[in-house]
């Protein structure tokens, strides 16, 4: 199976700091990117697809680099109840499903 | 339903018994995934299905676990003769083709 890596972690930050986790896949043939969210003991909740131009969602900035082969996500001014598991996911073809990264666990700290 | 739900949220079983979990995906969502999470670890991928059909099942672990799909929409995930290392929560996804999933709240399996 194709692997999708990122640095598990922990990432403490202090409130209001910025922050941000890449991660890196093997196929350059990927189509698709996200970012999900996992709390400790829930679900992954989708945080934000990648798109090619990057793309912004108030606090938070998804890129994509296809030379490189890698996502980033960017966090601004964090906040306590940033503090999760990010995952990353990438999907290879129409025809194969998610794949998910291990996850890079974020402390953000009063 | 508004989003993906599953049956039993929570499931205690002897070990060497059946369970079979559901699945209910979001209404019109091709794809369904099952997953698997022990505690503090990472997704494990079991099967994926497109429609009716498992393209992808390449990560179901021994031949004790099996999934179906019918009309393209309800799934259920079998586990014959439970382990004491089956012990896990299980959680089902549905999506759009070559969109991002949506979760449901899982089913977290004890075997004693």
């Known amino acids: 199976r194709k692997e999708v890596e990122q640095d598990p972690g922990p990432f403490n930050v202090p409130e209001g700091a910025t922050v941000a986790f890449n991660c890196t896949y093997s196929?350059?043939?990927?189509?698709?990117f996200f970012w999900y969210r996992q709390d400790c003991r829930k679900e992954p909740k989708l945080l934000m697809s990648?798109?090619?131009s990057g793309n912004e969602d108030g606090r938070f900035t998804a890129q994509l680099n296809r030379a490189s082969q890698y996502i980033s996500l960017l966090i601004r001014d964090s906040k306590l109840s940033d503090s999760a598991t990010y995952l990353c996911?990438?999907?290879?073809?129409?025809?194969?499903?998610?794949?998910f990264g291990k996850g890079t666990r974020l402390s953000v700290i009063a | 339903g508004a989003g993906v739900s599953q049956s039993p949220s929570n499931k205690v079983t002897e070990k060497g018994k059946d369970v079979e979990l559901r699945c209910d995906p979001i209404?019109?969502?091709?794809?369904l995934y099952w997953y698997r999470q022990s505690l503090g670890q990472g997704l494990e991928f079991l099967i994926y299905?497109?429609?009716?059909?498992?393209?992808?099942k390449s990560g179901l672990p021994s031949d004790r676990f099996s999934a179906e799909r019918t009309g393209g929409s309800v799934s259920t995930l079998t586990i014959q003769r439970t382990q004491q290392e089956d012990s896990a929560v299980y959680l089902c996804?549905?999506?759009?083709?070559?969109?991002?999933?949506?979760f449901g709240q899982g089913t977290r399996l004890t075997v004693v």
């Open positions: 996804a549905s999506s759009e083709i070559g969109l991002g999933a949506f």
């Open positions: 196929n350059s043939a990927s189509q698709s």
């Open positions: 990648v798109y090619s």
């Open positions: 996911v990438v999907i290879y073809s129409g025809n194969t499903p998610l794949v």
């Open positions: 209404s019109g969502h091709t794809a």
């Open positions: 299905f497109q429609g009716n059909s498992a393209p992808d």
